[in-house]
């Protein structure tokens, strides 16, 4: 066998690994990852406008000054209103005077009593004068600093010339003031609490009604019998009559023309 007959079939084998051989594949190229981006960034990247394309940047508008702030409103009863205004006058102390024994006298919130003794008591390590005070009606004893009683209001009974003024008033004309009537249950209830008995005598004289005006509402028979309880123990004691006997009389004033 020559060279030539041994060399021809290595020849054809390297031509079939050839052609059998796998087409070379190209490596796929990898995927990029996703850039990470903070809760931060990603607020200012969500607030930030979109441009468009082409569009020349701008630095962002100044923001707006904040708006002024209201005032608070202020509630007088649950009813918004302006500024805070005393429903009345404040109430004036009373005149110094001597209390004894046996004396009647008007403490504002209570109405009229009866001085029983005055004491000197020891409370709480301190040596104090007290006024003791009973009020029957209500089966009450208030005990009165007598260094506190002038600027607590507590005085002694109206004069004779001074309840003669007071039932002036109850011949007046009423006097109703045209709001809500929870700002005027407020004004009544102030002045039946400021201990004088002209001012008591004005939410008598508002809120009587004579036969033929309307009917009073709940609210403000409450407040008429209040004020008019409260007036007429004072001219009871200044009369020495008895209480229903003094209602009476006050009535036939208010009837009077």
């Known amino acids: 066998m020559t060279d030539k007959q041994k060399t021809a079939p290595e020849k054809k084998t390297v031509k079939i690994a050839i052609e059998t051989a796998p087409a070379e594949t190209k490596p796929k190229p990898a995927k990029a990852k996703p850039e990470t981006v903070d809760a931060t960034d990603a607020a200012k990247l969500a607030a930030k406008p979109k441009r468009a394309e082409g569009e020349a940047s701008a630095e962002p508008a100044p923001a707006p000054p904040p708006a002024p702030v209201a005032p608070p409103v202020v509630m007088h009863g649950g009813i918004p209103a302006g500024p805070m205004r005393p429903l009345s006058p404040p109430r004036a102390p009373a005149k110094a005077e001597n209390f004894v024994a046996g004396d009647h006298v008007v403490y504002p919130t209570h109405g009229v009593g009866k001085v029983e003794r005055i004491a000197v008591e020891e409370i709480a390590g301190h040596t104090l004068e007290l006024i003791c005070i009973t009020f029957d009606e209500n089966r009450m004893t208030l005990r009165v600093p007598t260094n506190k009683a002038r600027t607590a209001g507590l005085r002694k009974l109206a004069s004779k010339k001074q309840f003669d003024d007071v039932l002036a008033v109850l011949k007046g004309r009423a006097r109703i003031k045209r709001t809500m009537w929870s700002r005027r249950a407020q004004e009544y209830e102030a002045k039946i609490n400021s201990g004088d008995p002209a001012a008591i005598a004005e ?55």
Do not use: C, M, T
Request: hydrophobic share 40%; aromatic share 6%; net charge negative.
């Open 203 to 257: 939410v008598v004289r508002d809120l009587h009604r004579n036969a033929g005006q309307p009917d009073q509402s709940f609210s403000e028979r409450q407040i008429y019998e209040s004020a008019l309880d409260r007036l007429a123990a004072e001219y009871a004691a200044l009369e020495q009559l008895e209480k229903p006997a003094a209602i009476e009389k006050l009535i036939a004033h208010l009837k009077s023309e």
